[in-house]
């Protein structure tokens, strides 16, 4: 009997698209109500699947004894098939109807990688089992071979507030989900968020999604830091702003202490909050497990042995409980391995930090403005000053002159001029054998280049001045004409005094 079962359940799971007229033509006709109220349609589904038993075997024996012909067995066979078919359609709607997942629990935790994952419990609730056999009375037998207590083929997925899947993998599949046997998955978050939905399709393709709040995992008992700009490049003299994100894994209100580590002397730093206002401690609640700080780093002027040009700086920023802070004493008297900070059992994020500098190239000239004959030239100097924070490389100059005029400049290029050096560069500008009395202006630029970056110096004009040569000869006949007339009016002033 339990072959002839098994296979008739395979028959129905088979046939189970078939429309339900097909049904009605037996002699347990469908009853509509049994969709609303499937447990009693079970019931009345096993009563009239046991009437049929009795009464096929009852008839098997009068078959067997010659009492009944062919076709009358043949009828009490197929009702027989017809109510055991009804039986165990509607013991498969009441077990696929009675079949739940639900989630447990959903852990997020921080990972050693620095990533963010979550871990979720999954649990099949459907153990409805016993008390569901207890109501039915459903023999052992059958009840085992459908398995009531295991879904089979559950998917997971976890989703943003989009629908778009976050996890990774992107989705998980448990074969079997067993009554009392909760199953663990583990996913990687491609989104850091607090607030989740977890996507189900199992067995024959329930759906289901949960919008969930994550847990934080207490038991690391710590406080993980990320900054999205870990890593920063910042010109000498500037202030550089690594933005903190910190969470609390903790079971514990406490407060914490931040820190930084093997970050230079010659740096200052500061930790500050949203509003600005300047951080050593930070405290969560019950209500608030994440915040926000910014640890802003100020560089100095010039380089030194312990801040160099174009070298990283590796340091770290450290969330530390109060009390353990204390012992610690001054962390600022070593430099710290990773090893030696992992071993604090504490919240921790590296940083780097490369100075970078630029050269700001300062141009000096004492004279601007000469006044020469026509057969003269002009000779004047300038001094190149490096007042930035990076070498100046490939300085070159470059001199708009008049129409027909010379130049010569001494060195015609400075290689390099670096940090706080100052050259002299001589220039010398020749005007044309014609030239005509006037003013005349020299315009001179001086570019280089610093860290791969354009310098420029400022530009400076030369204005010269061409005088007008006087004739010896005409200077000489005006200043007799001129005597001459001086001396006529004293001869007349003198006689006309007599008279």
Known sequence: ????????????????GVAPEVWSQSSNPFNQRDDKYRLLGLKRARTAFEVARSEFDRQKDLYGRKLINQAEFDRARTIFADAEVNYQQSLLAVLFEQQYVSIVEAVKYHAED?????????ANLSGGSAEFKRLV?????????????????????????????ISQPYEYKIDELRYGHPETVDFSLLQDLDAVTVYLIYSNGTERNFKVF???????NRVAIQSEQFSQEVPLGKLATFDLALELFSGQSDTYSLEVFNLPRQI?????GGNGVRLSQIKFTESTRTKTAALEVA????????????????????????????????????????????????????LELVPRGKGELLVRAPLLYHSIGADETVSMYMDLYNEGSHRIDNIAFEVELPLGWRKSIEPPSLRSLD?????????????????????????????????????????????????AETSIIAASLVLALLLSVIGGIVVFAVRLSRR
């Open 114 to 122: 620095g990533r963010r994952r979550v871990r979720l419990t999954l």
């Open 214 to 220: 994550l847990q934080k995992d207490i038991s690391v």
């Open 299 to 350: 560089l100095p002027d010039r380089p030194s042995d312990e801040v160099m040009m174009d070298r990283p700086i590796v340091f770290y920023a450290l969330a530390i409980p109060r009390a353990k802070r204390l012992k610690l004493g001054d962390v600022s008297s070593k430099i710290w391995t990773e090893e030696e900070i992992k071993a604090l059992n504490v919240g921790y994020v590296r």
């Open 137 to 165: 009375d459903v023999e052992d037998d059958l009840f085992r071979s459908l398995q009531p207590d295991v879904v089979h083929n559950v998917y997971v997925s976890i989703l943003n507030g989009d629908g778009a899947i």
């Open 419 to 467: 940090i706080a050096e100052e050259k002299r560069v001589q220039l010398t500008f020749i005007p044309p054998d014609d030239v005509a009395e006037g003013k005349y202006d020299i315009r001179i630029r001086s570019t280089g280049i610093s860290d791969n970056q354009p310098v420029n110096g400022e530009d400076k004009t030369v204005t010269v001045e061409i005088r």
């Open 1 to 16: 009997m339990k072959r002839k079962l098994t296979r008739a359940l395979i028959c129905t799971i088979l046939l189970a």
């Open 268 to 272: 200052a730093r500061f930790f500050s």
